[in-house]
């Protein structure tokens, strides 16, 4: 059933246009660069990601508590951080004719892909020579109040994980919680990144799902690795194809400047293989450098052995709107049907997918429509529903397909007869007939049940 894998960064950007997942900011004014906004199945989609990460977070475990962290933070906080000093990229402009400016380790690295000289690169758009290097910091910088003068300088965030590292002490005493435990957040970041986007894979201001994990010193090996598993099979859980999917340690001259060890995990997109997500050892460098920096004690005391340390701390730290573009790209799927035609599908996990049902009457006439809303109230607790009534039945699934949705249910001339539907399913095209007061459970247990792709 499944072809082979035909999906492209252009498919995936046209779909997403097409039905209105994700389009550019600002387009009535020529778009912004690497921005873009989420419509109506781009925003289901996205919510159901964090959703399911929130699940794997707090509800399938209880040693992680929730945060939600000021975006403007004090401005030492990100003095301590090292982020001011040390988060930035060696940037180097054209001197020819184009004056683009370039990432000069991205130059680098794709020379010694091609096995030339790194130290001899040129511009890639002109040919001309380029500057010397300049760090060029990430972060956003703005104001508080109405006088631009050095003490009222802030940035926009380029992590969430600094907000949890200030708030250790405050979540430490409210939660009843001790070392192991973490703090996880949702929430906007913001670079400046020179480097083209690939559409929602490197943006401006992403959302970043991030964990900070508090562990004994001794511990933190174990739970370095206990993380690494945990985050790969998140992915898999949720559909993605294992073979499409790895995890990668970092050489040692690609270690943050807060690491002493990070693997990540990597998606194989249409681009290559590209970091969905870093899974970090950053020992005490946070804890100690916002104590440093604050003068506040942020050691934690265990009362059974008496003794005093600054947690060690496990990070994955992952983005949305990566995870969303993966589980896209994983997704996508064109079907040869009989008669030559071919069907675009999105294969999404159905806990993923934006709509669970669609509910569809046959015709527009004898009681269908009306019959087809009541189904569909009786469905709206069990997840996002949809009614559509526009067009042939057969265009009607495409719709669907083309967002991903896993059961459309039809309402017939039968339905009249003997309350029966149609359940159509999206992945096999079966065809099932279901009596209308079973939907909501059936609905339910297959949304509960474990799923698999059915392109792995
Ligand atoms: N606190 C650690 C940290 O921020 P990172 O590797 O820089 O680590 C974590 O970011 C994740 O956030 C990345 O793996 C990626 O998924 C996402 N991310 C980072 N920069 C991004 C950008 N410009 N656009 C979209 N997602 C981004």
Redesign the pocket.
């Known amino acids: 059933m499944a072809s082979a894998d035909v999906v492209t960064m252009d498919k995936i950007v046209a779909l997403c246009k097409r039905r209105g997942f994700v389009f550019p900011a600002s387009e009535i004014y020529g778009g912004i660069a ?1 921005t873009y906004d989420y419509g109506h199945y781009g925003v289901l989609l996205k919510n159901n990601v964090k959703a399911e990460w929130w699940r794997a977070m707090l509800q399938d475990r209880d040693d992680v508590v929730a945060l939600d962290s000021a975006i403007i933070q004090h401005p030492r906080v990100w003095e301590s951080s090292g982020h001011l000093a040390g988060f930035s990229d060696p940037l180097v402009q054209c001197l020819g004719e184009c004056k683009k400016r370039w990432r000069l380790d991205h130059l680098q690295e794709a020379a010694v892909e091609r096995g030339e000289d790194p130290s001899l690169v040129r511009c890639p758009q002109c040919g001309g020579e380029l500057s010397e290097p300049r760090d060029f910091n990430l972060m956003f910088k703005t104001q508080i109040g109405t006088v631009a003068d050095t003490g009222s300088t802030v940035y926009l965030r ?4 600094q907000g949890i590292f200030v708030d250790f002490k405050q979540v430490l005493a409210v939660s009843r919680k001790k070392p192991p435990f973490g703090i996880a957040q949702i929430g906007k ?1 913001f ?1 400046n ?1 020179i480097t083209p ?1 690939n559409f ?5 201001e ?3 799902m ?1 964990m900070e994990f508090f562990v004994p010193p001794a511990e933190s090996q174990t739970w370095h690795e206990h993380w690494m598993k945990a985050r790969f099979d998140w992915y898999t859980d949720l559909g993605v194809r294992e073979d499409h999917l790895r995890l990668r340690p970092h050489e040692q001259d690609e270690l ?1 400047h807060y690491s002493s060890g990070t693997s ?1 995990v990597e998606y194989l997109f249409p681009i290559g293989w590209s ?4 899974i ?1 050892h950053r020992g005490d460098y946070d804890l100690s450098a916002h104590q440093q920096g604050s003068g506040e004690k942020l050691e934690y005391f265990d009362p059974q052995t008496r003794e005093r340390y600054l947690p060690h701390v496990i ?1 994955p ?7 969303t573009l993966a589980f896209l790209v994983d997704a996508y799927d064109e079907e040869e049907l009989e008669g030559g035609d071919v069907r675009t599908v999105l294969r999404l996990h159905p806990r993923l997918a934006p709509v669970k049902v669609a509910v569809l009457p046959l015709v527009k006439k004898d009681g269908q429509p009306e019959l087809a809303r009541e189904i569909r109230d009786s469905l709206r607790r069990v997840g996002q529903t949809e009614y559509d009534e526009g067009g042939s039945v057969g265009k009607r699934y495409r719709r669907q397909d083309e967002v991903g949705t896993p059961w459309c249910v039809t309402v017939d001339h039968q339905t009249l007869e003997d309350r029966t539907v149609t359940v159509r399913d999206r992945d096999t095209l079966e065809q099932e007939r279901v009596a209308i007061d079973d939907l909501p459970a059936l609905i339910a247990g297959r949304l509960a049940q474990p799923w698999r792709s059915p392109k792995a």
């Open positions: 690497n380029p992590e969430t994980a970041s670079r990144e986007g929602i894979f490197r943006t401006l992403f959302e970043q991030e943050s990540d970091e969905l997500e870093g970090a990070e730290a992952a983005g949305c709107d990566r995870a």
